[in-house]
């Protein structure tokens, strides 16, 4: 099962794919998370202390490495055939809950035009982890699909576009969720997060109703995921937390439609 979790920033979404990641990771499943956005935080939602996420280095700017897969020894050339299996054993992190963390740093988008040995490295991996792994991958992804690249996209189970009820919010998911779809990704619904009141709720629902998305569920505003994030503490070790039990319930769901 591959899931992209996508949504304007400040709307939770690495709550959200720390949340589903730590969910399959304890039915059994071996789960890897992908960081892809600009500014990673999912190693500290997935219980990693400070000090370590701080020192995890993207693979984005992991000099040594891109150089042992692209260097040719001539400036301005190199490869653009080689082998990302070993990255996965070498450079991902295992998080206390269980899953394994890559931390992609930057990706470039497929019409950017960058050619570049970093970006060549990231993609390569992206596109090994989505279409040829044969586990669960969660990937935190930066708002919009278009640094996938179609072939990967097309492989991807789920894309589950984040929002909560500001019309900013919403705009954005409508536009994410149109450019999922038009990717050829199978399944593609909106996750209203953050969700606080009765008008709140009826807000996400409206629009979702006019403009043709497909809610798979609301989760409600939680004040302790609130407090464990201001002490720079995982919310996912928040028992009491109701956000929490939604996203579980998330993963069953997908698990349900995936069969």
Do not use: W
């Not at 400036?75 to 991902?92: A, E, N, Q, T, W």
């Amino acid at each position: 099962m591959k899931i992209a979790v996508s949504g304007k920033g400040g709307v939770g979404k690495t709550l959200i794919a720390g949340g589903l990641a730590y969910s399959f990771a304890r039915k059994g499943l071996k789960t890897i998370a992908i960081d892809a956005d600009p500014s990673p935080n999912l190693a500290l939602t997935l219980g990693l202390p400070l000090e370590e996420a701080r020192d995890i280095v993207p693979i984005s700017e992991n000099k040594e490495l891109i150089e042992s897969k692209t260097g040719t020894g001539y400036p301005g050339v190199y490869r653009l055939s080689f082998s990302v299996v070993d990255v996965i054993h070498d450079f991902s992190v295992r998080t206390p809950f269980g899953v394994n963390l890559i931390v992609m740093g930057t990706v470039r988008s497929v019409g950017s035009g960058c050619t570049c040995p970093a970006n060549s490295v990231v993609r390569a991996l992206l596109r090994h982890l989505v279409v040829e792994l044969n586990e669960v991958v969660i990937i935190d992804m930066e708002a919009g699909v278009e640094h996938l690249g179609r072939g990967t996209a097309q492989s991807v189970d789920t894309m589950l576009v984040v929002a909560d009820a500001n019309m900013k919010s919403l705009e954005t998911a409508k536009h994410i969720y149109d450019l999922a779809a038009g990717a050829g990704i199978k399944q593609v619904f909106l996750v209203g997060n953050k969700v606080g009141s009765q008008i709140q709720e009826e807000t996400i629902k409206e629009f979702a109703g006019k403009n043709g998305l497909t809610i798979l569920d609301l989760v409600p505003f939680d004040q302790n995921v609130v407090e464990a994030e201001m002490r720079g503490e995982t919310p996912l070790k928040c028992r009491e937390s109701v956000a929490l039990h939604v996203i579980q319930n998330l993963s069953e769901k997908l698990t349900s439609k995936d069969n």
